[in-house]
């Protein structure tokens, strides 16, 4: 299982981001089995599916833009913070999409992808049960957006 510092070195070091394999090292780290990647389109302001693991191919039209402010990717970019929920299943605060509980996904959390307090994407993992990310995880995924987000910037 990599580390944060190992994600992050990675990708430091990688030059060419390769999309599903950042995605798939982040869902490992923090044992989830379900991911989602979106880059910001700075001329649409649409959150674009850049990668993806874990969801259901009839859900992928849905996710691969969303609007900001639209459904957990989109509520972390606009709040420019972590979004998570416990179970999203039982959730009823409105903040996931309904085609959200068809993932079959849990525990879960989309964070905003910064650089310099500036968006360039979001970063989404969940667990297939209940769980409540910790204050340590959420700022370890942060900090994965941030290299990302240095990465996209250059």
């Not at 060419?16 to 379900?34: G, M, P, R, V, Y």
């Not at 991911?35 to 693991?53: A, P």
């Not at 968006?119 to 700022?139: H, R």
């Amino acid at each position: 299982m990599d580390s944060k510092e190992e994600i992050i070195n990675s990708i430091k070091t990688s030059g060419e981001i390769n999309w599903q394999e950042l995605l798939e090292n982040i869902i490992s780290a923090f044992d989830c089995t379900t991911g989602t990647l979106h880059t910001l389109d700075f001329e649409t302001n649409l959150l674009m599916l850049k990668s993806q693991k874990g969801v259901p191919d009839f859900l992928l039209p849905k996710m691969s833009s969303i609007p900001i402010g639209k459904g957990m990717a989109g509520i972390a970019a606009e709040r420019k913070a972590p979004v998570e929920m416990c179970n999203l299943q039982t959730d009823d605060s409105g903040v996931a999409r309904p085609a959200a509980k068809e993932t079959k996904v849990e525990g879960s959390i989309a964070v905003p992808m910064l650089l310099e307090g500036k968006l360039y994407g979001t970063l989404g993992i969940a667990k297939p049960v209940p769980y409540d990310f910790t204050k340590p995880e959420s700022d370890a995924l942060l900090e994965i957006g941030e290299e990302i987000a240095r990465n996209i910037k250059s």
